[in-house]
Structures are given as structure tokens and as C-alpha cells.
């Protein structure tokens, strides 16, 4: 090695050190997003839209509105939720009405669908994310309280919004009429077209929210 070359592998080494801290000052002085959990846990905010586990709301007089369809059961890509229910009659007419709704927060992968393809906005996922357990078995949830029952399709949203006390603490944002099985059916038993849409649709509205979003960006930017 030459004596210049010596010095030309100082001076590069030098050059690249004053790069790698040059970032790391900015980093330093930049805003700071890191959280102190869990010693924040009285002040922790999470975004909304965190997926934490699955939950039922039911309003003050314990009824939620699940119609024991069956759509999210079938929607799930992996058997996480498992409905039990049985025909009962109301009103002189046979109806399905939901007994148990099992949940396995253990097998989730939140992936929404469920909540998605709801045609009830029964379900809904809270921000409740210390779901930690000993024991796998405790991971499996009934999201029905005991005694609940359908709410009353006649129920209007603001109504139902007005004394919406969720057990699991979660507001409905919106309390969607209820969807009976025989709104969704033919007299063939057969799912109708628009019904099965339904999640699509969903899936649509949230794509077009998207689009709206990164326009107004645009547009934003494009004024500045
Ligand atoms: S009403 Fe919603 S939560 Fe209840 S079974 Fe049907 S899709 Fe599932
Ligand atoms: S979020 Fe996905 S995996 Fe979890 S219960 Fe719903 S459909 Fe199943």
C-alpha cells in the first residue's frame, strides 16, 4: 500500500462516518413517534382503525343484530368463527335466531372480511390488542352475552345510537337495520345476487374512500 493510498482510505472513511451521523442527527432532532409502552398505558391513543379482536355491540337492552345469517362464518378463510343457532318461531313465523357465536382469536388473521361482508353491521373490531393468555383454549370467545337477543329491524339508527351501551365498551359508529334471513334468500333458499354483493360493494366503497383521499392530496398539492 502507497503512502497516499493510506491516506485516501482515511479520508474515505472519515467521509463516510460524517454521512452515517449526518442521518443520524436528523433522526435524532425529527419528531418522535416511538411509544413508551407499556408506561404510556393510561395515555395510549391508538389509530382507529387498529384491528385488536372481534367484538359484538349490543346496545342497552342487550340486543345486538345478528341475524345468525351465517355470511361472516362463511366469508372467514379459516374457520375462526363458528355460529350455533336454531329456528325459532316469532310471531307465528320460523325464523333463525342466533344462539352461540364462537370466536378464536387465536386463529384470526383479521383480515376484516367478517366485518366487511356483515350485511348487519353485527360485528366490529375493537382496539383491544393486550389479548395475551396462558392458555390457548381462552383464546376461543362467545361474542353474544347471555340472554341477548336480535333488535327490533323497526329500531332506526339514531335511536338505536342514542343508548347504545356496548359491553365491550365500543360505540357502534352506526347501527345498520337488521338484514333477516329471508331478506337475503329466495324461496329456493338460494342467496339473491344482490345480496352477494354485498361484500364486494363494501370492498368498492372503500377503495372509491381511498381514491377520494389521495385526490384531495393531489389537489392539495398541486394548489400549494
Ligand atoms: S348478521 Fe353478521 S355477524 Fe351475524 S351471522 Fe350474519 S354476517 Fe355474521
Ligand atoms: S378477521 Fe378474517 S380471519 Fe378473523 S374472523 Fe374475520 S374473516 Fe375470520
Known amino acids: 500500500m502507497t503512502f497516499s493510498q493510506y491516506f485516501s482510505g482515511i479520508f474515505k472513511g ?16 425529527e419528531k418522535k413517534v416511538t411509544q413508551q409502552y407499556p408506561e404510556n398505558r393510561d395515555t395510549l391513543i391508538l389509530p382507529p382503525r387498529v384491528r385488536g379482536k372481534l367484538v359484538m355491540p349490543h346496545d342497552g337492552n342487550n340486543e345486538h343484530a345478528c341475524t345468525a345469517c351465517g355470511i361472516c362464518q362463511m366469508n372467514c378463510p379459516n374457520g375462526t368463527i363458528n355460529i350455533v343457532s336454531e329456528m325459532q318461531e316469532v310471531e ?7 344462539v352461540d357465536y364462537f370466536y378464536n ?7 376484516n372480511l367478517c366485518v366487511l361482508t356483515c350485511p348487519s353491521s353485527a360485528i366490529k373490531f375493537s382496539n383491544e390488542f393486550e389479548n395475551s393468555v396462558f392458555q390457548r383454549p ?48 329466495d324461496d329456493k333458499g338460494i342467496l339473491n345476487e344482490n345480496y352477494k354483493t354485498v361484500g364486494q360493494m363494501a370492498v368498492d366503497e372503500l377503495k372509491e374512500k381511498d381514491r377520494r383521499a389521495a385526490m384531495a392530496v393531489t389537489s392539495k398539492e398541486d394548489k400549494a
Open 14 to 29: 472519515i467521509g463516510s462516518l460524517i454521512k452515517g451521523m449526518r442521518v443520524t442527527i436528523g433522526v435524532f432532532t
Open 92 to 98: 307465528g313465523k320460523k325464523k333463525r335466531v342466533l
Open 105 to 111: 382469536l387465536g386463529q384470526c388473521t383479521f383480515c
Open 138 to 185: 381462552k383464546l376461543q370467545e362467545k361474542l353474544n352475552n347471555t340472554g341477548s337477543k336480535l333488535r327490533d329491524k323497526k329500531v332506526t339508527s339514531k335511536s338505536a345510537e342514542a343508548d347504545a351501551t356496548d359491553s365491550t365498551e365500543v360505540k357502534q359508529d352506526e347501527v345498520a337495520p337488521t338484514l333477516s334471513l329471508e331478506d337475503m334468500v
